[in-house]
Every structure is written in C-alpha cells, then in structure tokens.
C-alpha cells in the first residue's frame, strides 16, 4: 500500500529513523540498529526498504563503506 510520497508505511518509517539518525549522530545506521527501531525480524526486510529507497532516489549507498547511507538531496 502506498502512502505519502509513493512510499508504502514501512519505507517512510525506515527513512524517517535513517533521517533523524544521521542529524542526530552525524553517520547513518547500521542495518541492526534500522531493523531494532522498526521492530523488524530479519535484516534482508531492511535490505529490501533501503534498496527501494535509493532505487527511488531518496538515499545513496557509498559502495564499500560500513554505514554508507546518505540521503540524497
């Protein structure tokens, strides 16, 4: 189901977390802390959102690099 901005609720949680994250902290978080926050089950759920997130152009992966989301401006 698609909500606001033509993401579906789970893909706004998760970026709203990654967001406010990364302005409180300076550096994004790791999929652990994304899938604890969200009450997640396995790590390949938030795999899934962050990759549709940036397939959609609202974060970008540093390839390589360990808490590599940015988000795209």
């Known amino acids: 189901m698609k909500?606001?901005?033509g993401l579906t609720k789970r893909q706004l949680e998760a970026f709203?977390?990654?967001k406010s994250?990364?302005?409180k902290y300076g550096y994004s978080p790791s999929?652990?802390?994304i899938m604890m926050a969200n009450n997640y089950k396995s790590k390949?759920?938030?795999h899934q959102?962050?990759?549709n997130l940036e397939k959609?152009?609202?974060l970008k992966k540093i390839p390589g690099t360990a808490r590599s989301l940015t988000?795209?401006?």
């Open 3 to 5: 909500l606001k901005y």
């Open 44 to 46: 390949s759920a938030i």
């Open 56 to 58: 959609r152009k609202w």
């Open 21 to 23: 994250y990364i302005h």
């Open 31 to 33: 999929y652990q802390e």
């Open 49 to 51: 959102i962050v990759n």
């Open 71 to 73: 988000l795209a401006a």
């Open 16 to 18: 709203n977390y990654i």
